[in-house]
C-alpha cells in the first residue's frame, strides 16, 4: 500500500521544495461550491490538501475559518456529506488528504466506524484539535487499524520530553504551529517558529509542515528558508472569493516555485 | 480511574497547545492546598470580605403553602451577589500564588465576571472578561458592575452570542496567552483540572449546610436541590452529602438547556459530559431566561452523578421559574436570582406530594438584582 505522504515528501526534497498545502473547509459555502473551490486547489498545483470538517465550535479556530464553518453547516452539510466529498475529490487526484476535525465529530460518528470510512474515502492522515495525547489513545488504535495517519500539533509549547511521548502516537507528519493561538492570518511570522522548527529537524523523525499564520506569499518565501517539508495556508484562501481563487493560488504557487 | 474523570466523564480535550498551562495549574493547585497561610488567607477572605458563612433559613411562609419543611441556603447574601464569589476568590488567590500577571475568564450571567473582577482589584490583578453579546445585552448591570471594578469586558460577537461562545473566545485567548494569563473557569465543567478546582473552592457550601441542618434540625434532608447549569452551585452543596446516600440530590435544569436530560455524552470545551448536540455531533444551541443556566453543556462531575443514579436531573420552564421568582419575593421578601428560581420551582412542584416532615433545602444560588430590568419588561412593571 502506498503511502502517499511519503511518496510527496521524498518527491518534493528531491526538489528540495516545502510542499504547498491549501486548506479548504468541507462544505464551505455549500457542497457543491465546496468541491469546485478544492478542484482550484488541485488545478493550481497543490501538492498535499487539507481539509476540514465544520463544527459548531471551533476553538482552535479564528474568525475566517469560523465563519466558513457557520456558512457550511447552514448550508446543512453532514458529516457524511464531507466523507462524499472526500471520495469525490479522490477520483480526481492522486495527491494526499489530511482532515482536520474535532473531537467530538469522530466520537458521535463512532471512533472504529470513522476512521474506515474515513479510509474507504481516500483520505490519508487526520488531525483532532482538541485531542491531545493524554486522550489519543483509542483514535490512534483506530488509526492504526486502519492506515490513516494520526497527525499531532507541536509548538513553542512543546518540550523535547513531550515530544519523545508525541512521537509513539504520531505519523506522517508533524502539524507545527507557527503562532500561539488559533488559525488566522499574522503580520509576521514570529522568530520563535524558526528556531522550533530547528530544534524539531534535530530531535524528531517525522516530515513538518507549518501550519497558521501564513497568508502571504512573503510569508512563503522567508519559511522556504527553514527547509520544513510543507507549508499549509488556511485562512486567506478560505476568506477568499471563487472568482479570485485562481489568481491568489497561482500567485502562492509562484512563491513556492521560486528559489 | 483515569486522572481528571470522575466516572467516565471529565477529561483533558484541548489543543495540544494548552496542555503545558493546565498542567502547571494542576501543579501549583496540589501545593497551594497544602499551603496554611494561603488556606488561612481564604478563611479570612471568605468570612471577613466575603461574608461567610451564609444562613441556612427556614422559609415558613412557604413552608406552610408547600405542606413541607423548606429552607434556604443563603448564597444570595455572599458578597457579590451569588455562589461564584467562592470560587472567584479561592482561584484568584492561586493565580497570585503562581504570579500570573492577568485573570481571564468567562460569563453567562455576569455573577461569575462580576466575581472574578472583584476579586481581580481586591488581590490586585488585572482582569479581562468574556461575555456574549445577548448577555452583555440583558444583563447590562453586571457588566457595569465588573467595569466599575476595573475589569476589561469583550463583548462577544460570534455564534449564539452567549455562554458557550464566551468560553469559546476566553480559551482561543488562553492559547495564546496562557504563559501570562491565568483562566479562571467559572464552574464545574471544561478540561481537567477545572472541574476539580471549581468544586473544591464551592464545596464550602455543602460543608457548612450540614452543619446548620444539623443544627436546627437535628438530622440530615430528606432532598437538596439546586439549580444546574454548568453545575458549580449543585456541586458546591451536593459534595458535603454525596455519601449520605438517603439524602435525595436534584439538580433542576431550564427545559431548553437542559443538557443532563435531553443530551448525550460528546465533547465540548475541554471535557467529555452530557452535551445537547444533533446526531453529527454539533452542538445545539440552548436558550433560557435565565444567562447562567442558558448552556448546552454541564460538569462532568454531573453527568457521572446521573449514570450512577446519584443524583437525578429535572427541567423547569421559562414561565415557571419566572413564578418562583415572584412567588419567593412575595412569600418571604426575598428576590432570587432567575438560575436559583429554577430550583425553588422544582421545590414548588413537590407541594403535597411528600411527607410533611421532609426537609427540603434549596440552594439559593444568588440574588435578583441583576434580573429586575429583564424582570420589569416581561412582567410590564
Known amino acids: 500500500m502506498i503511502d502517499r505522504y511519503a511518496q510527496t515528501f521524498k518527491e518534493l526534497q528531491n526538489k528540495k521544495k516545502p510542499a504547498f498545502c491549501p486548506f479548504a473547509v468541507l462544505g464551505h459555502p455549500n457542497k457543491n461550491e465546496s468541491f469546485k473551490r478544492i478542484q482550484e486547489y488541485i488545478k493550481a498545483g497543490a501538492d498535499i490538501l487539507e481539509l476540514g470538517i465544520p463544527f459548531s465550535d471551533p476553538v482552535a479556530d479564528g474568525p475566517a475559518i469560523q465563519i466558513a464553518d457557520e456558512e457550511a453547516l447552514n448550508s446543512g452539510i453532514s458529516t457524511r456529506d464531507c466523507l462524499e466529498l472526500i471520495t469525490k475529490i479522490r477520483t480526481i487526484t492522486q495527491i494526499p488528504i489530511g482532515i482536520l476535525c474535532y473531537g467530538n465529530i469522530v466520537l458521535q460518528y463512532g471512533i472504529k466506524k470513522f476512521y474506515k470510512d474515513l479510509k474507504n474515502a481516500g483520505a490519508d492522515s487526520i488531525l483532532i484539535a482538541d485531542i491531545p495525547l493524554e486522550e489519543i489513545a483509542p483514535f490512534h488504535q483506530a488509526a492504526k487499524q486502519n492506515g490513516i495517519h494520526q497527525v499531532m500539533i507541536v509548538s513553542e509549547n512543546t518540550t523535547l520530553n513531550r515530544l519523545k511521548k508525541l512521537e509513539k502516537f504520531s505519523s506522517g507528519f508533524y502539524y507545527v504551529v507557527s503562532t500561539m493561538g488559533v488559525t488566522g492570518e499574522r503580520k509576521n511570522l514570529n522568530d520563535n517558529v524558526k528556531k522550533l522548527i530547528r530544534k524539531l529537524q534535530k530531535h524528531s523523525l517525522l516530515p513538518l509542515m507549518i501550519g497558521f499564520g501564513i497568508s502571504t506569499p512573503g510569508h512563503i518565501k522567508e519559511l522556504q528558508k527553514t527547509n520544513t517539508d510543507g507549508l499549509i495556508i488556511g485562512s486567506k484562501l478560505v476568506k477568499t472569493p471563487f472568482k479570485k481563487l485562481p489568481l491568489t493560488l497561482k500567485k502562492f504557487k509562484d512563491a513556492f516555485n521560486s528559489n | ?381
Not at chain 2, 63 to 80: A, M, P, Q, T, V
Not at chain 2, 137 to 147: D, F, S
Not at chain 2, 250 to 258: F, H
Open chain 2, 1 to 381: 480511574m483515569k486522572k481528571g474523570y470522575f466516572g467516565n466523564y471529565g477529561g483533558i480535550f484541548v489543543n495540544e497547545m494548552l496542555v503545558p498551562a493546565l498542567q502547571e495549574v494542576e501543579k501549583a493547585f496540589a501545593a497551594f492546598k497544602k499551603d496554611q497561610q494561603q488556606k488561612q488567607r481564604l478563611k479570612d477572605l471568605l468570612q471577613n470580605f466575603a461574608g461567610r458563612p451564609t444562613p441556612l433559613f427556614y422559609a415558613e411562609n412557604l413552608s406552610r403553602k408547600f405542606g413541607f419543611k423548606l429552607y434556604l441556603k443563603r448564597e444570595d447574601l455572599l458578597h457579590g451577589g451569588a455562589h461564584k464569589t467562592n470560587n472567584a476568590l479561592g482561584q484568584a488567590l492561586l493565580a497570585k500564588y503562581m504570579g500570573k500577571k492577568e485573570i481571564i475568564a468567562e460569563t453567562g450571567a455576569g455573577q461569575h465576571g462580576f466575581a472574578t473582577a472583584l476579586s481581580g482589584a481586591l488581590l490586585g490583578i488585572p482582569v479581562k472578561i468574556f461575555m456574549g453579546a445577548k448577555d452583555v445585552e440583558r444583563q447590562h448591570a453586571n457588566v457595569l458592575r465588573m467595569k466599575l471594578c476595573g475589569a476589561e469586558v469583550i463583548s462577544v460577537q460570534n455564534g449564539s452570542k452567549t455562554l458557550k461562545d464566551a468560553i469559546n473566545e476566553a480559551l482561543r485567548y488562553y492559547v495564546a496567552h496562557n504563559q501570562d494569563a491565568y483562566y479562571l473557569f467559572g464552574t464545574v465543567a471544561g478540561p481537567h483540572p477545572f472541574p476539580s478546582i471549581v468544586r473544591y473552592f464551592q464545596k464550602v457550601i455543602g460543608e457548612e449546610t450540614k452543619k446548620q441542618i444539623l443544627a436546627q434540625t437535628g438530622k440530615l434532608p430528606n432532598k437538596i436541590i439546586a439549580c444546574v447549569g454548568g453545575g458549580s452551585n449543585a456541586i458546591g452543596i451536593f459534595s458535603a452529602f454525596i455519601k449520605d446516600s438517603k439524602v435525595e440530590l436534584i439538580g433542576v435544569e431550564a427545559a431548553q438547556g437542559a443538557s443532563l436530560e435531553k443530551g448525550k455524552p460528546g465533547i465540548l470545551h475541554g471535557s467529555l459530559s452530557y452535551v445537547l448536540q444533533n446526531s453529527d455531533g454539533q452542538i445545539i444551541e440552548s436558550q433560557s431566561i435565565s444567562a447562567g443556566l442558558d448552556y448546552p453543556g454541564v460538569g462532568p462531575e454531573h453527568s457521572a452523578l446521573k449514570d450512577q443514579k446519584r443524583a437525578s436531573y429535572v427541567p423547569i420552564t421559562d414561565q415557571e421559574a419566572l413564578d418562583a421568582f415572584q412567588l419567593l419575593a412575595k412569600e418571604e421578601g426575598i428576590i432570587p436570582a432567575l438560575e436559583s428560581s429554577h430550583a425553588l420551582a422544582y421545590a414548588k412542584k413537590l407541594a403535597g406530594k411528600i411527607p410533611a416532615d421532609s426537609v427540603v433545602i434549596v440552594n439559593l444560588s444568588g440574588r435578583g438584582d441583576k434580573d429586575l430590568n429583564q424582570i420589569a419588561n416581561i412582567l410590564k412593571f
